[in-house]
């Protein structure tokens, strides 16, 4: 890693320019870095100047930085937006020596009053590098002014982020989405949201949203609904039937074979399409929507939702041949066909064994989880008995056991193995399954399964207790010695993980897979050891979260496109790893306000249907929700070398 030339990361001035210090080593900044782990040779942000480089010209720097800030600026309050063009003009004024002696301590107020003054988050950082330069880099400015320097800001790259969209999987605008909705424009908010996230319904309902955890009014109050505001623009065309706005594209000759429908191939097959490329999807079952339409209970995400995104896509052009499940996949008969390049989205759709005595007897009432959820929502529901147990914690295991007692199962009991606070499944799932009347067991796995006759009779359990963090960094449960007992029951129901089924390669070289039974992919270009063949979403990733396999359909998209172009294609270069995006050295009066709350029904009237249990907000709520959000956009200009 290079060291640090000068750095007034987070307001801690490091001035190594005249040779390094040993005192400066110890206080290594955490700004973004390069994705190899290598430091930029300049970075300005919204916390501070760093150089590795200490011939890096601050100069040429601020300006691009400058005029970068001005595309984000929104006008709203204009406050930002007058002090960064006055700053542009006060250095073109060096530039041309028509400036006073005073001008460097004048722009200096104008950043400091511009930055003090603006509404948002946006307005009150961006111009902290700049004072920084204007104080350290003082003679840079003076030698402007007497002809010794020229400006050439045509190096630098650019990454505008939020501490929200950092953590957003698909890296979705939500500070730009969020303003037009708090403006009363659902509808450009939508469109917005759509260029990276084809299924705004589902995904504003279903997703993890990492977002809301991320979000710096979590540090002052409570986050924006950040998921519910984008269901907010979803459901607004919805209900108004608004006509989705077609976009024209540019007709290419090129096809591209999707295989899989679920987000990852939805996403890409939309995203292609709008690059003018002739889409098909193949999708081995009766329904489009992969695991949302096989694995999501309607109750969560309402078929009309769900079709209504599907109707969308295909309404960009892209074909859908349904019941087409594809085993044997033969590149040389797609070529031939017309397909240039085949997408392999097959998602993970087979549940894991959960490898003890007595399972691989199949016997009645042993029923996967994947299974029971694709079978209740293609229109074939187990018939309810009276108990029921689901083994497992991530949400397939919560959505099984909310379902049961929707169908009817008197008696539903979630085993889990570690404690609540380990659980994978989102805290809202696990409330909500406990209000319905869900009882959990925790700290206790399944060892053997009893039949009787061929039919499921109980199940012998073991205690467990917490033992050191494993790999994923959750305690590991350690068996309790002598701690067995049975908990009997009609049925049983694994949950515990999932894996794909692929397709057989054949008509060319091998497909190349992992010991976990998933495709190896390039992690940037998605391609896989077979040329002309990419894969992404579950059936790489594993099971992941819906909006994990939306954004790996977008950038496969992506590469499909340049790699029918003959390039490489663009990958993000900068992490913020380790970086706090929340973190600023001004920030305004944040007057404290609860987050809106849109409710759920009633847990005795949701757990006796399939009706969606969580309401969405008014109109109204949206944009007073909306409101709340500080706009907290990070501007980074930056030089590799
Ligand atoms: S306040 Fe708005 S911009 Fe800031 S982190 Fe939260 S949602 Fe994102
Ligand atoms: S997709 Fe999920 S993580 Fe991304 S903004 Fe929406 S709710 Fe947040």
Redesign the pocket.
């Known amino acids: 890693m290079k060291n640090i030339a000068f750095s007034s990361w987070d307001g801690k001035i490091i001035d190594n320019r005249k040779g390094a210090s040993s005192k400066a080593k110890k206080a290594e900044p955490l700004f973004p870095r390069l994705r190899t782990g290598e430091s930029p040779a300049a970075v300005m942000a919204w916390n501070g100047l760093v150089l590795t480089d200490s011939k890096q010209d601050v100069l040429s720097l601020t300006v691009r930085y400058l005029n970068e800030a001005r595309k984000i600026s929104c006008g709203e309050c204009s406050v930002c937006m007058l002090g960064i063009d006055t700053l542009l003009d006060m250095i073109n004024s060096l530039a041309a020596g028509e400036s006073s002696k005073t001008i460097i301590a004048d722009m200096n107020n104008v950043a400091k009053q511009a930055a003090a003054n603006s509404k948002c988050a946006f307005g009150q950082t961006v111009f902290t590098p700049v004072i920084d330069a204007l104080k350290y880099f003082k003679a840079d400015f003076q030698a402007l002014a007497k002809g010794e320097r020229s400006i050439d800001d045509s190096s630098y790259e650019v990454t505008v982020t939020a501490p929200?969209v950092n953590?957003?999987?698909?890296s979705?605008d939500?500070p730009g989405y969020i303003e037009l909705i708090r403006n009363g424009r659902f509808a450009e908010s939508l469109e917005l949201i759509r260029r990276q996230?084809v299924m705004p319904g589902t995904?504003?309902r279903a997703?993890?949203?990492?977002?809301?955890e991320a979000c710096v009014r979590a540090g002052l109050d409570e986050p924006l609904a950040?998921?519910l505001l984008?269901r907010a623009a979803a459901d607004q065309e919805q209900e108004t039937g608004a006509a989705v706005p077609k976009t024209p594209v540019a007709e290419k000759n090129e096809n591209v074979a999707v295989i899989g429908s679920g987000p990852a191939g939805l996403a890409a097959a939309y995203r292609l399409r709008r690059k003018g490329y002739g889409v098909t999807i193949f999708e081995a079952l009766p329904r489009v929507g992969g695991m949302v339409a096989a694995g999501i209970p309607e109750y969560r995400v309402p078929d009309e939702v769900l079709n209504h995104e599907v109707d969308v896509i295909k309404r960009s052009g892209v074909k859908i041949k349904m019941n087409s499940r594809i085993d044997k996949l033969d590149m040389k008969a797609f070529e031939k066909k017309g397909f240039k390049a085949v997408f392999v989205a097959v998602g993970a759709h087979e549940g894991n064994a959960m490898g003890v005595e007595g399972e691989e007897q199949k016997c009645e009432g042993l029923v996967d989880g994947v299974e029971f959820l694709r079978d209740m929502n293609l229109g074939n529901p187990v018939k309810p008995k009276k108990k029921v147990v689901v083994i497992g914690g991530g949400n397939v295991a919560l959505d099984c056991a909310r379902s049961c007692k929707r169908l009817g199962f008197a008696n539903v009991e979630i085993i889990y193995r570690r404690t609540r606070k380990e659980m994978p499944a989102g805290a809202e799932e696990v409330e909500a399954a406990l209000e319905e009347g869900v009882k959990i067991t925790y700290l206790a796995a399944p060892v053997k399964i009893i039949a009787d006759k061929g039919k499921f009779k109980a199940v012998e359990c073991r205690k467990m207790k917490l033992g050191a963090p494993d790999e994923s960094g959750r305690r590991r449960p350690v068996p309790v010695k002598g701690s067995e007992y049975q908990v009997k029951a009609d049925m049983i129901i694994p949950a515990i993980g999932q894996k794909p089924v692929l397709p057989v390669v054949s008509g060319t070289k091998k497909l190349a897979t992992t010991s976990w039974g998933t495709i190896k992919a390039d992690p940037d270009t998605f391609e896989t050891s077979v040329r002309g063949l990419f894969a992404g979403g579950d059936c790489v990733l594993g099971p992941a979260t819906l909006?994990e396999a939306?954004d790996a359909g977008n950038r496969v998209a992506e590469s499909i496109d340049a790699y029918l172009n003959g390039r490489r294609p663009e990958v993000e270069k900068l992490s913020f790893e380790g970086v706090d995006l929340a973190r600023q050295r001004n920030r305004g009066f944040v007057v404290k306000a609860a987050a809106a709350d849109a409710g759920m029904m009633d847990a005795k009237e949701r757990a006796s249907g399939f009706e969606e249990a969580e309401n969405g907000f008014s109109p109204a709520q949206a944009m007073d929700e909306a409101k709340r959000c500080l706009r907290c956009y990070r501007l980074v200009v930056w030089n590799e070398a």
């Open positions: 929200c953590a957003c999987p698909a979705l939500i996230c995904i504003g997703c993890t949203h990492p977002c809301e950040i998921r984008k909006i939306l």
